[in-house]
């Protein structure tokens, strides 16, 4: 069996000091046309090639203060099969930097879709030409909305493959209270959420004793955080929405009750459109690591 | 401002006298190697076009009995960019063939990034070396666990571009149960994302008074369909689920309460992998017209 994410994740968390996780959601809009090169290709081509180079860059200055990276993949798919080239390309140089792959893209389908999506993310889809591999990720994360089943073949590719994965639990964006906050009786929709989780978590656990079936936890709603963590005390967390959306890391201590790399907080804007990515970068994982050692 | 998607489909389904949604879910490794050609292409590469030509075949064959064609997203992903290619010059067959294109994703992100998605599937992104367009597809699906923000960029597109959106309600597989189906004190989940999207429905009302914001309701739980049908009076569903996954058409009657054209019925491997998959489209045709118009 290959190495659990919730193992290959501390280690470098303990080596790195750090539980920064760097988002990557390039945008062609934002790019200059300066100095690029090869003027036969398509806008799309030329735009993949631009944004793949601008990750690399980022990787380059801000990684090393970073434990794992999380390209959105939205960013990629807007420029169709050339973005997909693209989120190829940088998943591999972020993993030469020695960094954790997490692919956001928040799938979630019936059953026999969802091995689709298990295939294109951590798998292998077998033709008559021979094997395509996957992206080959270290996590992604994943939509709980359809259930249990649904899950399921996601959660057997991860466990096949040492990857981890991250179901949506409490968003970090206002909308969030819409639906994942609404009270049943047994508690709000998140904390149902959570208990799926949980229930996975046997699945994908490490020799660490915390378990890569995680949990996508909003540092905008840090009221919620101490409960989830009691509800998933084995799950390692991934936590978005600090800085630009107004998240703040010195409120997110209870997520690491369970352990210094039992979340990863991550940062986009915050990161990429810094005067100075690297320090921007060193200066979150400060104040993360300080919260998650206190 | 473009025809809505409402009016489109309304026209189609009078024209053709079907409500068929033909599912396009490829699965290379089901493909025969023979008589391929390109031998220095990749095996992704080779499967793509497989696939794509597959596609072009079942859409040749079978399409004439339908309306619209559902290319399941994942099974072109995972075949990597080149499959993200195979899945473009398969809409565009759709398109020429006359038939409408709902690209299933079941896409849901907060809204940074619900607005990349919206531009992959029927926006452009901006670039300095032109403008790349996304799909151009006439609808798709969406998953709404984030709440009304986050389908808020999605809808907007679709406003601009005329499109179609289908936001899960109630799924088709027998996890639903486990989210969807938890009850409020207002109802159980899936009523309440009925809520969202009759209030999003005045968005994408067509002049035929069917709105393009429709929603995703599975065949397979036909005990629900009326009363979501009456928290949705104008919505187009998309419904999934017959055939391989145990739904009948004879069931769905009271999805048409709203006319009928306001539900397209998906079927996907019971076409397909059908011995004749025109007959078995026609099959379905005639099953589903009937009860859509008793």
Redesign the interface.
Known sequence: MPKSFADRLTALVEERRSQVCLGL?PD??Q???AG?SDSSAS??E??AD?IAADCRRLIASAGGACVAVKP?L??F?????????AL?EVCGAAGEAGLLVVA?G?????????A??A??LV?V????????P??GVDAFTV?????????EPLVAAAEASGAGVFA?VR??????????D????EGP?HE??AG?VDGLAGRLLGECGLSGMGAVVGTTAPEHIARLRALMPRSVFLM?GVGA?GGRPELLGAAFAAGPSSAIVAASRGIAAADDPAAAAEKLREEVWRVATE
Chains 1, 2 share one sequence.
């Open positions: 959601d062609p809009a790019l200059s046309a690029t806008p799309a030329r735009a631009a959105q939205a960013c798919e807007r420029l169709g099969a050339p973005g997909w080239a190829a956001d928040k799938r979630g389908d019936v059953p026999v879709s969802a689709a999506y295939q294109a798998g889809t077998s033709t008559p030409w021979g094997d395509v996957g992206l939509n709980p909305l359809l259930g249990v089943d649904a899950l949506l968003t970090s964006n206002p909308g969030a209270a819409d639906v994942e609404l009270e049943t009786a929709v149902r959420l799926i978005p959306q």
